[in-house]
């Protein structure tokens, strides 16, 4: 069992195309991550949310968290091919936050 | 570079043998992380270092998987008697502790695929 759903599973989209990419879970989670991986790397940290509600500006990217801390989302504005990669959400839980539960990824293939 | 480095990034194994994988953190980085990604899945927690003490090994798979991290920073992922299931890519991440409020920041290495034939 999945502890943390990502949707979609894969999105593939012209350039300057907006994108929202969904991250959903049962559990609360003191804190949720957002990673981007590309081939052959490590995933590296995008933005790390904590507060219920809370919202954070990258850029073109926006993440928000859950009022419950249970979801997340990560839209994207005007998409550059840039963008393309695999986009992973990561959960930590109260009492380990050191202990990332990742979930499967969205993979988002950005088309010049 | 001042990443973080693991080696080799390629490993074909038979089954049956044992390979050990190496990861060098980030200098100064107190906290290491191990992770075993299988293709199409997101990273899966194996265990964690703070210096040299393992404080959470319950992502081992089973008792082939043994880590260790004996001066508290270059760190060994070893796996015996190898089995396919054990195909997969294996993460070293490493963080400095920003307090117990805070979720670190993990800095990941760029994995060893390991292939077991």
């Known amino acids: 069992t999945q502890l943390l759903e990502q949707s979609p599973q894969f999105l593939s989209i012209q350039e300057g195309e907006n994108l929202t990419v969904y991250c959903n879970s049962s559990?609360?989670?003191?804190?949720l991550q957002w990673y981007r991986q590309e081939p052959g790397e490590g995933p590296v940290l995008l933005v790390t949310?904590?507060?219920?509600?809370e919202v954070k500006k990258l850029k073109r990217l926006t993440f928000q968290f859950g009022d419950a801390r249970k979801d997340s989302s990560l839209h994207i504005t005007a998409a550059q091919p840039g963008d393309t990669g695999l986009y992973l959400c990561?959960?930590?839980?109260?009492?380990?936050?050191?202990?990332?539960?990742f979930g499967k990824g969205t993979l988002l293939t950005v088309n010049p | 570079g001042a990443g973080v480095s693991q080696s080799p990034r390629y490993k074909v194994a038979k089954r049956g043998q044992d390979v050990a994988l190496r990861c060098d953190p980030i200098?100064?980085?107190?906290?290491l992380f191990w992770y075993q990604q299988a293709l199409g899945q997101g990273p899966e927690f194996l265990t964690y270092?703070?210096?040299?003490?393992?404080?959470?090994k319950s992502g081992l798979p089973s008792d082939r998987f043994f880590a260790e991290r004996p001066e508290g920073s270059v760190s060994t992922l070893k796996i015996q008697r190898t089995q396919q299931e054990d195909s997969a890519v294996y993460l070293c991440?490493?963080?400095?502790?920003?307090?117990?409020?805070?979720?670190?920041?993990?800095?990941f290495g760029p994995g060893t695929r390991l292939t077991v034939l």
């Open positions: 270092f703070q210096n040299e003490a393992q404080l959470d």
């Open positions: 990561a959960g930590a839980r109260g009492g380990s936050n050191y202990k990332l539960t």
């Open positions: 991440a490493s963080s400095f502790p920003e307090g117990p409020l805070f979720t670190d920041t993990q800095y």
């Open positions: 559990s609360v989670f003191s804190s």
């Open positions: 949310v904590v507060t219920g509600g």
């Open positions: 200098s100064g980085h107190v906290s």
